[in-house]
Every structure is written in structure tokens, then in C-alpha cells.
């Protein structure tokens, strides 16, 4: 039988100047922001078993690993701090208690980099000494009275020197309180990057290892959203958009391309992806066994995230994406 396919699509496919001529995602070091983690004391770089590459650093040793992040192209960073139980309270005092560790790096960061840009957590969890993002008692989350919490924190940050809050909380209200709070302290130009869609996800294993943050008991589903839901996203960025946010979120990101996709379909606000924790150990655990290609899993999984809408990634592969960046 003499059959010629008329349409060739693959002629398209021919070689690698074709393909990358008609690349329709393209990721670049300035897509991303880099989640670090900071520790107290000096000369420390501590691993953290489950996030294979990614480490703990000292305020020193976070200069030195932030000036090499820097030489590859990087300019935004979301720290997070890791701090010691006896610094843990219920009401989460040391979140705004003026000095911290946390304010500190922020400080020292912004004069040492003056270009970088800051996108800086609100949330109790890393200083709660119950684990959870906002305030507990009797065993309930209170969302008004963690509001005024997450006010305090999010204004010393902005002071510190904080270019974006990023509430990551998901407490009721907390985007128009936090505007409000900042714009009456003088802070009209600090951003909020808002966690919008913030599921209760088991894929935030890893980072709750990291900062010894889990919850001293039960859950986050009375705040956190349920993974089943996406017009109720559709309502969480709706309310963020109104309230004042200046960048949505959704978190995870690889389960929840749809979700990405869906706002980026519907608001004209840039649309953050965060690559969590769990997702960068599954692709480190799998790469170490020799089950997959780590660094080509990394990219498509990179790609994944933009071709779905996402103009921001937040992604623990930052560093490693912009190593390669140049060869690809
Ligand atoms: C807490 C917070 C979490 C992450 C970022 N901010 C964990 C949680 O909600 O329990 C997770 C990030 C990751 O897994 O990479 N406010």
C-alpha cells in the first residue's frame, strides 16, 4: 500500500535549533524564587535528610551561599527560619520580637544584596510551640485573633526590609489585614505575595523536617483547603485579588496544575507556583536509586509548572536550574 501522511508534524521535531526555535515554555533563572533556610549561630550548614542538596545555613554561611545563588542569576529568595523549641511559644512572640534571627537575615541580606528581592513568610507555624500557622485554643484555630499575630510579624518585616509578606496562613481575611496594617505603618510599597490556594497537603513532609514546624497535634484542614476543591480556589483568589494581594499562589504545584492553570485562566494577577518540599525529595530519592534522570525530571517538571500558567516558581531546584541554565 502506498500511503504518505499529508500533515508531518514532526518535521518540527527535525533538530535541536527547531525545537528550540518553536519552544513555546521557556524557564529562566529569573522565573524563580529560592526558598532557603536559616538557622541560628555561626559557621553552621546543617543537611536536612529528606531534601537531598538543600541545607540549614548560619546567617554567615546563608551570605556566602546567597552571594554564589547571586553569581548564577538569582535574585529572589523566600527564607524561612529554623528555630529552637525553647523559642517556640503559643502566641508565637518571637515572630516580631525586634532582632530575630529572622529580621536579622533580612537586614543583613537586603544591605549585603541591595537588588535582591525578598519574599518573606507569614505564618506561626516556624515559632508556634503548637505547630500550627495560627493561634490555638481549645483545640480550634482562631482567625481573628491570629490576624492581629500575623499584623505584627508581617510589619516587622517590612521594616526589616522585606520586598513582599507571602501570608502563607490561609486564615479568613488576612490579605486586607495585612494591607491594611502595612499601608497605616507606612509601608505602601511592600507587596503581599498571597498564599491563595494552600491545600492540606501530606507533600509538605520534608520542609516541616526542616524547620521542626509539624503540628503538635491534629491537622491543618480546618484551614488549609481540601485537595478535592478547585472552584473554592477560584473563590480563595477572588477574595485575594479584591483584598489587596499583589501575586496568588498555589501550593503544591504538581498536583495542582489545574488549579495553576484555572487562575491563570481567570485573573490578571501573576500566578505563583510552589514546587514543595515532598515533590523535590520524590525526584532526589528517585534520581539516587538510579530509578529516574534527577536533572531531566527537574526540567520537564519545571516546564510543567510555566506551560500551566505559572509566571513564578518557587521551587528548591532554583539553584540547580540556574547551574545548568547556561548549557541548556
Ligand atoms: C507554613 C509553610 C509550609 C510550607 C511553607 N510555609 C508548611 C505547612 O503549611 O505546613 C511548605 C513548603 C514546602 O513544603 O516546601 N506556613
Redesign the pocket.
Known amino acids: 500500500m502506498s500511503f504518505s501522511p499529508y500533515y508531518r508534524p514532526r518535521r518540527n521535531r527535525r533538530n535541536v535549533a527547531t525545537r528550540a526555535l518553536l519552544a513555546e515554555t521557556v524557564v529562566k533563572p529569573s522565573d524563580f524564587i529560592y526558598?532557603i533556610f536559616v538557622i541560628e549561630g555561626t559557621n553552621r550548614r546543617e543537611a536536612i535528610a529528606s531534601m537531598p542538596d538543600i541545607y540549614r545555613y548560619s546567617l554567615d554561611k546563608l551570605q556566602e551561599e546567597i552571594a554564589a545563588c547571586y553569581d548564577l542569576g538569582l535574585r529572589c529568595f523566600a527564607p524561612?527560619p529554623s528555630l529552637s523549641d525553647e523559642k517556640k511559644d503559643k502566641y508565637a512572640k518571637e515572630s516580631h520580637r525586634e532582632g530575630n534571627l529572622f529580621l536579622q537575615t533580612i537586614q543583613t541580606l537586603k544591605k549585603d544584596f541591595p537588588d535582591i528581592v525578598l519574599f518573606t513568610?507569614v505564618?506561626?507555624?516556624?515559632y508556634s510551640s503548637d505547630g500550627h500557622?495560627g493561634l490555638v485554643e481549645n483545640g480550634e484555630i482562631l482567625n481573628d485573633e491570629t490576624l492581629e499575630i500575623l499584623a505584627k510579624m508581617a510589619i516587622a518585616q517590612a521594616q526589616a526590609g522585606a520586598d513582599y509578606v507571602?501570608p502563607?496562613?490561609?486564615m479568613d481575611g488576612r490579605v486586607a489585614y495585612l494591607r491594611q496594617a502595612l499601608d497605616e505603618a507606612g509601608y505602601t510599597h511592600t507587596g503581599i505575595l498571597a498564599?491563595t490556594a494552600?491545600y492540606a497537603?501530606a507533600?509538605?513532609?520534608?520542609?516541616?523536617d526542616?524547620?521542626d514546624?509539624?503540628?503538635k497535634m491534629g491537622d491543618?484542614k480546618t484551614y488549609?483547603m481540601n485537595p478535592a476543591n478547585v472552584k473554592e480556589a477560584m473563590l480563595e483568589a477572588r477574595l485575594d485579588a479584591e483584598e489587596g494581594a499583589d501575586m496568588l499562589m498555589v501550593?503544591?504545584g504538581l498536583a495542582y496544575l489545574d488549579v495553576i492553570r484555572v487562575l491563570a485562566d481567570n485573573f490578571d494577577l501573576p500566578i505563583a507556583a510552589?514546587?514543595?518540599?515532598?515533590?523535590?525529595a520524590m525526584i532526589k530519592a528517585a534520581a539516587q536509586k538510579g530509578w529516574i534522570d534527577g536533572e531531566a525530571v527537574m526540567l520537564e517538571t519545571l516546564l510543567g509548572f510555566k506551560r500551566a500558567g505559572a509566571k513564578v516558581i518557587?521551587s528548591?531546584f532554583a539553584k540547580a536550574y540556574a547551574e545548568i541554565y547556561p548549557k541548556l
Do not use: I
Open positions: 526558598p524561612f513568610d505564618a506561626m507555624d516556624p500557622d507571602a502563607s496562613d490561609m498564599y494552600k497537603s507533600f509538605y513532609g520534608p520542609f516541616r526542616a524547620l514546624s509539624a503540628p491543618k488549609q501550593k503544591p510552589y514546587n514543595v518540599s515532598g515533590e523535590y518557587l528548591y
